[in-house]
């Protein structure tokens, strides 16, 4: 059976690799038995418009190609609805941190397969007050980078422009004061950030939030609290390696609700985009959105379980199990 499919791109992601691909892209997914039109995004809030408007047209699948900003996007554009068709994902941005969560390859030819096989199972989403986020919601120092490096430069050096502006920022790290109410836990006190996971692969780095699961129905908190420069930059280091949370500075809880305040000008950052200021509560929407996801990979992660391995992302028990 023929299938609608709407492909929402972002133009300028991954060096401009879609405008290029994008007919090999269209050949593919036909192929699949997907009638595909698409939607070129024009500006900020472009893709959440074009995801709306797919679902007032009653698409069945929602393509959105792009980095975790149009994914953002997209997901805004779809949460609210009361339908929502599945969500497809082509990663062609600067870090993909939600493709890399759920083992979306980069070649984009496997990756259209993926999304013509239709392999979907119900993944959670955050809300930030009136907004959805799909990976990870945050603020504090350093949280600012991922909106703050221009696109032109994203363009040009890729992962490389985001290292280039936090060394620049790292002479003006400077703690908030920052409060946190979540499921029976409080803190009060000053901080360098805080980080509400819903994935474990944030910012690059992909165990930063070990215990996260998709579809668990839970956030994952983390909370740097004040430090000097030098103890900033050895738990950043000790966070590629997966040891952060040994130190006691750092904080780790889970919970599905939480309200976040700060006395001081903190601005919000959800999914890499610019998503208000402090204060907020937080939520999870419980397996609200249908992702297509790769069958194969989530069996073979399955297989390396049985053999006394761990693997965190997504949720085995229930995605491959049904």
């Not at 400077?174 to 910012?203: H, K, Q, W, Y």
């Not at 001081?264 to 959800?270: G, P, R, S, V």
Request: proline share 5%; charged share 25%.
């Amino acid at each position: 059976m023929i299938k609608r499919a709407r492909l929402i791109y972002n133009p300028t992601s991954g060096r401009e690799e879609m405008r290029r691909r994008l007919p090999d892209i269209l050949a593919r997914l036909e192929r699949h038995g997907l009638e595909t039109s698409c939607h070129a995004t024009t500006g900020k809030g472009d893709a959440t418009a074009a995801a709306a408007e797919a679902v007032e047209r009653n698409f069945d699948v929602v393509i959105a190609a792009g980095g975790d900003g149009t994914i953002h996007e997209v997901i805004n554009g779809l949460a609210e609805k009361p339908r929502r068709p599945k969500l497809g994902i082509l990663p062609v941005g600067t870090t993909n941190d939600f493709a890399r969560a759920l083992h979306i390859p980069r070649n984009l030819m496997r990756a259209c397969d993926i999304i013509g096989e239709q392999f979907a199972r119900p993944i959670d989403v955050g809300k930030v007050n009136d907004r959805f986020f799909i990976n990870i919601a945050g603020g504090g120092s350093m949280t600012e980078l991922t909106y703050e490096v221009p696109s032109k430069l994203k363009t040009m050096i890729g992962q490389l422009a985001y290292y280039v502006k936090g060394i620049e920022k790292l002479p003006w790290l400077r703690p908030f004061r920052l409060r946190i109410e979540a499921d029976g836990f409080r803190l009060d006190e000053e901080c360098m950030l805080f980080l509400v996971a819903n994935s474990n692969t944030v910012a690059g780095f992909e165990r930063l939030a070990p215990d996260a699961y998709l579809d668990d129905g839970k956030l994952d908190v983390l909370v740097l609290k004040k430090c000097n420069l030098a103890d900033f930059i050895r738990i950043v280091t000790l966070a590629t390696r997966g040891e952060h949370l040994n130190d006691p500075r750092v904080l780790y809880v889970q919970a599905s609700r939480l309200k976040v305040e700060s006395k001081d000008y903190t601005q919000l950052n959800l999914d890499g985009e610019l998503g208000g200021t402090l204060p907020c509560e937080i939520s999870v929407l419980p397996s609200h959105l249908e992702v297509i996801l790769d069958r194969s990979s989530l069996e073979n992660a399955g297989t390396d379980r049985q053999r006394g391995g761990r693997v965190r992302q997504p949720n085995l028990k229930t995605l491959v199990g049904k």
